[in-house]
């Protein structure tokens, strides 16, 4: 569910606002945001043609024009306004969107292709990268590509990587990425999402294993164990 404050805007998952404890003003329940949410991800990353939008070269499109094909011959979108779509980025916990003025656009996941002008500076030393155990030998020699996306997507920490990974392996190996030796070569990083960071690809050479005896990766594991 998503409330606004009116000191402190909006807020989701809480029944008080957690800066001042007030209840605020509904906004949408938990269904209509994520079924809300799922629509912008076609839209904002993959198919923006689905919905007959334009999108620019660095992946804005117009809020308003959303609304308007969203609510389009469907009844049960009805309700929806441009301040519900603000409200769907401004509580997104990984900062998937972003809105400047009255256009919106997803900072990463893309498979359409797009000019990223996302912040470059004050990138960190190391970003992890999750894969398969099966694949990383190869991809050490290899480096990594992109695959069906427009850039290699990487992690902050080594957790966001690991549980990023989990959607695809159930116990995915993490790569640790020398990003203080890229940038310094002259390739560039992108920070996208709160702990996601973007980049063309990535070769061999900057990259390692973490080690399964690794401290966090084993705390992880071991909660990913209670959870089974």
Known sequence: MIRECSMHGYFSDDELCPACNSEGKFV?????????????????????????????????????????????????????????????????????YEVRGNTIRATYGHTVEIELDLPSSDIPDSLFYPCDPAESENLLELGISPGDRSHVHLSSTIRFAAEA?????????ILEVDTARMTASGETIWHAGISVYLTDSVSGEYLSIVSPDDPELSLLRESWSEEE
Do not use: C, Y
């Open 28 to 96: 949408m329940s938990t269904r209509e945001r994520d079924g809300m949410a799922r629509k912008l991800a076609l839209v904002l990353r993959h198919a923006p043609e689905k919905f007959e939008l334009d999108m620019d070269i660095n992946g804005w499109i117009d809020v308003r024009d959303i609304v308007k094909k969203f609510k389009d011959g469907r009844r049960r979108q009805h309700w929806l306004r441009p301040h519900h779509i603000r409200a769907i980025s401004e509580t997104d916990p990984k900062g998937r």
């Open 165 to 173: 990974g989990r959607f695809h392996h159930e116990n995915p190996t």
